[in-house]
């Protein structure tokens, strides 16, 4: 049975930078995309961030945190880490990591959480001024 579990959250300060790891346990296999999600109090559940582990296509941003986020996965590890810089308040939300339902690369329609069949508890991410 595939398990994600997240870490690495915290209460920082506007500008501050974070790191977020995934630890995939049950899955071992690096053909599905995956990436994080993150879920603000009354807001939908919004993609971050994504990647296809297998490497053929370039990771996915949300326009909002392009140029401050960075996602990497460590196959041999099995983590998938987020690296958030200059954060603001707008970042803070519960983070979550997720698998993709189907193998393949992410695709233009990588930010549907719907496409998502494995998902971790979440971590929080806090951020104040």
């Known amino acids: 049975q595939v398990r994600l579990e997240e870490s690495g959250g915290g209460s920082v300060q506007t500008g501050d930078s974070l790191r977020l790891t995934c630890a995939a346990s049950g899955y071992d296999d690096s053909t599905n995309c995956m990436g994080w999600f993150r879920q603000a109090p009354d807001k939908e559940r919004e993609g971050v961030a994504v990647?296809?582990?297998?490497?053929?296509?370039?990771?996915y941003y949300a326009d909002s945190v392009k140029g401050r986020f960075t996602i990497s996965v460590d196959n041999a590890k099995n983590t998938i880490s987020l690296h958030m810089n200059n954060l603001n308040h707008e970042d803070t939300a519960s983070y979550y990591c997720?698998?993709?339902?189907?193998?393949?690369?992410?695709?233009?329609?990588?930010?549907?959480?719907?496409?998502?069949?494995?998902w971790g508890r979440g971590t929080q991410v806090t951020v104040s001024s």
């Open positions: 997720a698998i993709n339902k189907l193998t393949g690369p992410c695709g233009i329609s990588w930010w549907l959480f719907q496409k998502y069949r494995f």
């Open positions: 990647l296809f582990a297998a490497g053929t296509e370039n990771p």
